[in-house]
C-alpha cells in the first residue's frame, strides 16, 4: 500500500488502518520522511502529541527540507500555547519554501496570540490573498482588522465570510457590534439575533442584545 492509501484512511477517520498503513511504509522505506511526517499527523489527531514531535523531527534529520514536518511542528505547539515556537517553526519551514495559506493563516494567529497585530494582519492577509474563498481566514483577518481600529475593511470582511456561511455567528456578533460602534443600533440588534439563532449560547451576542434593548428602553 501507498501513503495515499493511509491519508484516505485518515480522512475517514479508520485511525487503526491508517495506523498499520503509515507503519508498513515506514518498515519498507526507512530513509524516506514521507512516512514518518503521516504517522505523525495520525499521532497528533488521536493526541499523542509527544510522540508526534518525535516522529517529525525524525523526518526532519532525514530532510532538513521537509517543510511540512516544520510546519506540523509548529501547528503541535500553536496548539500547546508556545506561540513563540510555532512562529519559529513555521517561519523555517516559509525559509524552506512552503508558502501555501494554512501557512500565513497560523503564523498570522500566532502573532495574534502574542498581541503583535501588525505580524498579524500581514500574514492574515497574505493568506486571504491566496485563499479568498475560506470564511474562517477572512474572519480572524477581520477580527485583527477589527482590532486595530480598521472598521471599514474588517465589516467589509464580516460581510464576505457571511456570504460565504451565513450561519457564521461570531461574524454576525462582530458585524453587530461594528454597527453598534457607528450608532446603527437597529442593524446590530438584527445581527445579534442572527448571531443567536445560530448560536443560542453565543454569551457575547445574548449581553450585547441585552445592554441595547435595556438603553433602548429607558431612553
Do not use: W
Request: hydrophobic content about 40%.
Amino acid at each position: 500500500m501507498d501513503l495515499s492509501t493511509g491519508i484516505a484512511y485518515m480522512k475517514e477517520a479508520n485511525y487503526e488502518e491508517a495506523a498499520k498503513v503509515f507503519t508498513d511504509y515506514i518498515e519498507e522505506h526507512p530513509k524516506e520522511p514521507e512516512g514518518y511526517i503521516n504517522m505523525a499527523n495520525l499521532l497528533r489527531v488521536l493526541g499523542d502529541r509527544e510522540r508526534a514531535v518525535v516522529f517529525n523531527e525524525r523526518a526532519i534529520e532525514l530532510d532538513k527540507d521537509a517543510t511540512t514536518a516544520y510546519y506540523s511542528l509548529g501547528v503541535l505547539a500553536y496548539e500547546d500555547e508556545h506561540f513563540q515556537e510555532a512562529i519559529k517553526h513555521f517561519l523555517t519551514a516559509q525559509q524552506k519554501g512552503l508558502a501555501d495559506a494554512d501557512l500565513f493563516y497560523m503564523l498570522g494567529m500566532s502573532h495574534y496570540q502574542l498581541g503583535s497585530l501588525a505580524h498579524a494582519q500581514a500574514n492574515l492577509s497574505r493568506a486571504h490573498e491566496l485563499q479568498a474563498d475560506d470564511p474562517e481566514i477572512a474572519f480572524q483577518y477581520g477580527l485583527c482588522l477589527a482590532q486595530q481600529d480598521q472598521l471599514g475593511e474588517a465589516e467589509a470582511l464580516f460581510i464576505e465570510v457571511l456570504k460565504q456561511d451565513s450561519t457564521h455567528a461570531d461574524a454576525y456578533y462582530n458585524l453587530g457590534v461594528i454597527h453598534l460602534s457607528s450608532e446603527r443600533v437597529e442593524e446590530a440588534l438584527k445581527c445579534f439575533d442572527l448571531a443567536l439563532t445560530n448560536q443560542e449560547d453565543h454569551l457575547l451576542a445574548g449581553n450585547a442584545k441585552r445592554v441595547v434593548e435595556d438603553a433602548l428602553n429607558k431612553g
